[in-house]
């Protein structure tokens, strides 16, 4: 095992350049860079970045001159009247006073020890940024992939057990249901009915704490940060519960029904020692492999409507704001950590593998 995980370890770093690499080379030839945002706002056609920078303290935010009669800079869109030091300013304070390759070799130097930079429209570093938003993502992500096992396993396996009856079809017509509304549809219904949207004023509506969330007791602050997560978790859970229960019935139905069951019985064991004892391990790995991509999926862009929605702070918003404004230290930082997170938990998964099932011996395939 020791020998596989090294390996997985290593097919990470290629894995993480390439990614890295393709959505370095693409950024290229996008159009509206950060330079481009800076000069489109000066003209007066968009966007809030200069805004930032000037809020911020920008080095060049008080030193940008026009030229009315000037050529600016052939090489950007409406940089005719603007001074051509300044644009020079622009690009070295963005760095693109580089060549591409110098860049893209210099980003790859600094991520290999982890320093992503300062945002380009924010006076901080990448790193600080992205720490202050985990708390939302993480909570997101964290409870509703426990929640959601924890209530789905139970669920489908109950449904398994009882196949066909009056229970498996009700619930099966509530679970789809539930999947085919979107998310961001039941956050909406639920801040009108239960946050004072027009009937009930029982949850907070923005935020992840209450405002005097410090003064709480240590029992107040736990009551409060669960209540401010009742109904984001409940707007995002109810595609997760239909997923995973489908997948944990089906996943039993199929085992139930092999040759291996139908000895244990056979034997004389009861329906709860061939059910956990034999079914559920073997039966179980292919819930595990889908729990890489439901915890990476609920951690980040499963929240983005979400977290716009109840006003959370998080790292699917932070994500798409700075796509949006085209500022890449942020979202090359966040495509590296996620991508890292998905290789380690995709790790993990195989590691839990062999834990559920000791006779899966990764040491003998080829990765």
Known sequence: MGAYVLRRILLMIPTIVGILTITFAVVQFAPGGPVEQVIAQLSGQGGNATDRISGGGGDFAQDRQFEPGGEGSSQYRGAIGLDPEFIRKLEKQFGFDKPPLERYFLMLWNYARFDFGESYFRKISVTDLIVEKLPVSISLGLWLTLISYAVSIPLGIRKAVADGSRFDVWTSGVIVIAYAIPGFLVGVMLIVVFAGGSYFDWFPLRGLT??????????????????????????????????????????????????????????????????????????????????????????????????????????????????????????????????????????????????????????????
């Open 210 to 367: 209450s405002d005097n969330f410090s003064q709480l007791s240590w029992g107040g602050k736990i009551v409060d940060y669960f209540w401010h997560l009742v109904l984001p978790l409940t707007a995002l859970g109810l595609a997760a519960f239909a997923t995973t229960t489908l997948l944990t019935k089906n996943s039993f139905l199929d085992e139930i029904r092999k040759q291996y069951v139908q000895t244990a019985r056979a034997k004389g064991l009861n329906e709860h020692q061939v059910l956990y004892g034999h079914v559920f391990r073997n039966a179980m790995l292919i819930v595990i492999a889908g729990f890489p991509g439901a915890f990476i999926t609920a951690f980040f862009s499963g929240s983005l409507l979400i977290e716009t929605i109840f006003s959370l702070d998080g790292i699917g918003l932070l994500g798409y704001k700075s796509i949006i404004d085209r500022d890449y230290p942020v979202v090359f930082a966040t495509l590296f950590i996620f991508s890292l997170m998905g290789l380690v938990v995709s790790l993990l998964s195989d590691m839990l593998y062999t834990w559920i099932d000791p006779r899966i011996d990764f040491e003998s395939r080829r990765v």
